[in-house]
C-alpha cells in the first residue's frame, strides 16, 4: 500500500511541477510513515537531473522543490498540529498520571519556552534537520501550545534548509536516490526511538526525584 503510494506520489503527482510538490508535500505530511525524504529528494531529481550547477539549476530549485514543499509541509502538518493542541490536554489530564506528566508541567514549559526564543529555535533547528521525525515536532508544538503563526512561520523557514539539503542531494545523487532516501527514513525512525528513550529516561528520574524529596 505504502510502496503503492510512494509510487503513484513520484509518477503522478511530482511531474506535475510545483503544484505536484506542494500536494505531495501535504500527503506525506499527514500520513507519517511516507518517508519524509522521498518528495524532496525526489522533486531534486526530477525536476534538476542533469543540469549544471548555476543561476537557471538554483531558480528551479527555489520554484519548483523549496517553496512548494515548505508550504506543502506547513499546511500538511495543521491537522496533526491542532490534533495535538486540542486534544494533548484532555489525554494528559486522563492519562499523564500513569507517567507522572501533569497539564501544570506542560502550561509551565509553554511559559518557559514563550519567555525566551527558544520555541522558535526548537521548531526551526528541528524543521532544518533531515533525520528528525516530522510528526514529533507537529505534535510537541502543538501539546506545549506554540502560538500558530510562530509555528508556521518558523517551521517554513526550518523546512526551506531541509528541502534545499534533501533537493540538492536528489539533484546530485540522480536515480541513486532511490537507494539513499530510504537510509534517511530508517535515520529518522533511530531518532524517534532515542526520542522516546529519552522522554522515558526523562520522566523516569523526575519521578525519582519526587519520591526523594518526600
Excluded at 9 to 19: F, H, I, Q, R
Excluded at 168 to 195: M, R, S
Amino acid at each position: 500500500m505504502i510502496h503503492t503510494l510512494i509510487t503513484w506520489l513520484e509518477t503522478v503527482v511530482l511531474p506535475l511541477g510545483a503544484p505536484g510538490v506542494f500536494v505531495a508535500s501535504i500527503v506525506e505530511e499527514i500520513i507519517a510513515i511516507i518517508p519524509s525524504s522521498v518528495v524532496q529528494m525526489g522533486a531534486g531529481f526530477l525536476f534538476l537531473q542533469g543540469q549544471p550547477f548555476g543561476i537557471e539549476a538554483l531558480m528551479v530549485l527555489v520554484t519548483h522543490v523549496l517553496l512548494p514543499a515548505s508550504l506543502g509541509v506547513m499546511v500538511g502538518s495543521l491537522p496533526i498540529y491542532y490534533a495535538a493542541y486540542y486534544g494533548g490536554k484532555p489525554i494528559i489530564d486522563r492519562w499523564g498520571r500513569f507517567v507522572s506528566v501533569r497539564w501544570e508541567e506542560v502550561e509551565k514549559a509553554q511559559q518557559k519556552f514563550s519567555e525566551t526564543s527558544r520555541e522558535e529555535l526548537f521548531i526551526f533547528i528541528c524543521r532544518a534537520l533531515p533525520i528528525m521525525p516530522s510528526v514529533v515536532i507537529t505534535t510537541f508544538s502543538g501539546v506545549v501550545r506554540v502560538p500558530v503563526g510562530t509555528y508556521l512561520l518558523y517551521t517554513f523557514l526550518g523546512t526551506l534548509v531541509r528541502a534545499s539539503i534533501l533537493g540538492i542531494l536528489g539533484w546530485q545523487l540522480g536515480a541513486l536516490y532511490h537507494t539513499y532516501a530510504p537510509q534517511i527514513d530508517h535515520l529518522e525512525k533511530v531518532g524517534l526511538v532515542l526520542i522516546l528513550i529519552g522522554a522515558g529516561l526523562y520522566y523516569y528520574f523526575v519521578q525519582k526525584n519526587k519520591r526523594t524529596q518526600i
